[in-house]
């Protein structure tokens, strides 16, 4: 399970639930309160509850543990999204690879991700893409930047 999955089903539950990603731990905070529940983003299996009193009043305290035990046990390298970059292949707004989602076929356009084109990548699809005879790009001199 992914951070950001595991943080979108556990405020499903709550809203009073808050997220804190600080000092390594994926913990939830409740009534302002924090460490009441939380897993160690250092090692899997690593879920542990701070206040029991507090925790067992919580609400849909239940769920909320099982999603947590979910990403306790996820592997440490699977919990994180992967990074997506956008190829930037020469300057203006119209200079990034863009990727018909149809045909597979490469053209340049703007940064928006549609329905028919895929502008974001991440670093192991850029790897497939640069093995690609029908993609005639020259990858030292591309540019990789940060997509949001």
Sequence with gaps: MK????EKRIKAL??????DMRGGYFDVAYNERTHVIYVSGDYEYGL????VNTFLNMPFNNKLYMVL???AMTPLDQREEAKKYYVKIFDGELG????DISTGFMTAGSVCETEFFKTKFTNKA???LKKRDDIPLDWN????????
């Excluded at 542990?48 to 206040?51: L, R, T």
């Design 3 to 6: 951070y950001s999955e595991a």
């Design 14 to 19: 709550s809203s009073e639930y808050e997220i």
């Design 48 to 51: 542990y509850v701070g206040y």
């Design 69 to 71: 035990a979910e990403l």
């Design 96 to 99: 990034y690879l863009n990727i």
């Design 126 to 128: 850029i790897e497939q």
């Design 141 to 148: 001199k591309v540019t990789l930047e940060k997509a949001e």
